[in-house]
Structures are given as C-alpha cells and as structure tokens.
C-alpha cells in the first residue's frame, strides 16, 4: 500500500470511520479476489463464457430483436459526451479518474438499450466518477419521457476529485437525478427500502467480490420481474458468476470491453 494513499486513508477514517475501513477492506478484498481467480485455472473470459458480441446477446437475453433502431442512436450520444469532456479539459478513458477507468463503450451501449427498452420508472446506479454512465442513462429517461435515477457513489480520497464526480450531467438532465455520496454498504439497502421495487440495477463502484455480492444481494429481490442487472468489470472476481448460479436470472451474459480486458455482465429476472 503507498504510504499517500494510507495517510489520506487513515485521515478519511479519522473523519468518516465506516467509509475509511470500507476504503481499506478494498484493498485486502483485491488481493482475496486475485488468488481466488487464480486457482480457478482459467482466465476470466473463459470462465464467464464472454464474447464480444454482447449487443446480440444482451438482446436476445430480453427476447429483443438485434439490431436494433435504439442502438444506432448510441453513437451520437456517446460522441456527445466524449466531446463535451474533452472541451472541459478533463482525460477519458482508461486510468481517468484517479487510476480508474471512464465506462467502456460497450457497457454503456447496454444500458442505453437497456433504458430504451424497459423504459424504467426507477432506476438505481452505484459508482459515479465523471458521469458517462449517468449521463447516458439520464439521457435515456429524458427520451422515454419519465423515470428517476439515484446514484450511489463514495468520493475519491482526493478532495480534488470531488469537483469532477459527475461532471458529464448537463443541467438540463439533473431534474431526474438523485446523487447520494457514500458507500453502497451505507446507503444502498436504506435507499432501495425507500423506493421499493425497482426496474434497473447498475453496478459500477468498487468491484471487489464482496462488494458485488452485496449490492447484487441487495439490489435482485428489488428487481421487477423482467429487470435488469447490469455488472461492470465481473472479470476482477467470481461474485458475479457465483450470483448467477445460485439466483438463476432468466437470462445472463458475459461480454468483453472495447478496450483493456475489462468484461461487464447483465441478468435478467424471471418475468
């Protein structure tokens, strides 16, 4: 552990105690996730059965034709939000936001099919960062004409962060936004009990195991029959693939980002 990041750790558990040992457990849980990965005996990809035609197979898992119209309007937005980024003169991508990476494209374009096919009331999203996701989400409620998102997310150590955490939202899209800073530990069960039944579930924040077993644990009884979780980087552990084994979704796929060898993941509940 870097001797700057554990003095900024231990000043944030100073001031924050359950989000400083949270930050902390983070990192004893990476090394826990790595070593069971490694006695699995295969690569992620291969483990999770991914391929890169996750677009066609994300459809199908709705029972959805592909192509379709919705997809094409992707692009546009995505270069929206890429150019809107650039202007502002923050980095995108890989390695952006503090060591971490900007949604990959290819999660993205789920969830904006995803949201232009459920038309969701209420969606629940953790990890933030500059925003892509929320943006692309927001922007989909906007074109649906209804719908809320609420979106958990712990700011960076770095107090000179905190100015970026969702930079990418327009003004013009915030009205249907609910920004909740804080661990998913914290806020995700009391939020969830607030609102109910919910249609769509995004997890993209701290990708331990044991967080994702969490959020998902909390997030699937919510889910509406026919919903839809969708899991960003299921490669850093095996909680993803364990929670389809032992829940059964519908439906569920595994896909590879554009870029790094990044997988994301989607399940779908029983109708």
């Known amino acids: 552990m870097r001797l700057g990041y554990a003095t900024r750790a231990a000043s944030s558990m100073l001031l924050h105690p359950v989000q400083g040992t949270e930050r902390v457990r983070g990192r004893i849980d990476r090394h826990r996730d790595?070593?069971?990965?490694?006695?699995?005996?295969?690569?992620?990809?291969v483990i999770y059965r991914a391929g890169l035609d996750g677009a066609a197979r994300l459809h199908a898992a709705l029972g959805l034709p592909w192509p379709?119209?919705?997809?094409?309007?992707?692009?546009?937005?995505w270069d929206a939000v890429m150019s809107d980024l650039r202007a502002s003169g923050l980095p995108v991508g890989l390695s952006s936001y503090a060591g971490w990476n900007d949604s990959d494209r290819t999660f993205a374009a789920a969830i904006w099919c995803v949201i232009a096919h459920l038309r969701p009331a209420r969606?629940?999203?953790?990890?933030v960062a500059h925003g892509l996701t929320t943006r692309l989400i927001l922007?989909?409620?906007?074109?649906?004409?209804?719908?809320?998102?609420?979106?958990?997310?712990?700011?960076?150590?770095?107090?000179?962060?905190?100015?970026?955490?969702?930079?990418?939202?327009?003004?013009?899209?915030?009205?249907?936004?609910?920004?909740?800073p804080g661990t998913s530990r914290e806020r995700l069960p009391a939020l969830l009990d607030e609102l109910g039944d919910i249609e769509v579930f995004v997890h993209d924040s701290l990708h331990t195991g044991r967080n994702t077993r969490f959020e998902l644990s909390c997030a699937w009884p919510r889910l509406r029959s026919g919903g839809a979780a969708v899991v960003d980087d299921i490669d850093h552990s095996l909680a993803f693939r364990k929670f389809v084994a032992?829940?059964?979704?519908?439906?569920?796929?595994?896909?590879?980002?554009v870029l790094g060898p990044g997988l994301w993941g989607a399940a779908i509940k029983a109708a």
């Open 34 to 45: 790595q070593r069971e990965l490694a006695r699995a005996g295969a690569p992620p990809a």
């Open 68 to 77: 379709c119209e919705t997809a094409a309007t992707f692009g546009p937005a």
């Open 123 to 127: 969606v629940v999203e953790t990890g």
């Open 139 to 180: 922007e989909g409620l906007r074109r649906s004409g209804a719908g809320h998102l609420w979106s958990i997310d712990l700011p960076a150590v770095d107090p000179a962060l905190h100015r970026e955490i969702g930079v990418a939202v327009p003004d013009r899209l915030r009205s249907r936004w609910t920004y909740i």
């Open 246 to 257: 032992r829940e059964h979704p519908a439906s569920w796929i595994a896909a590879r980002h």
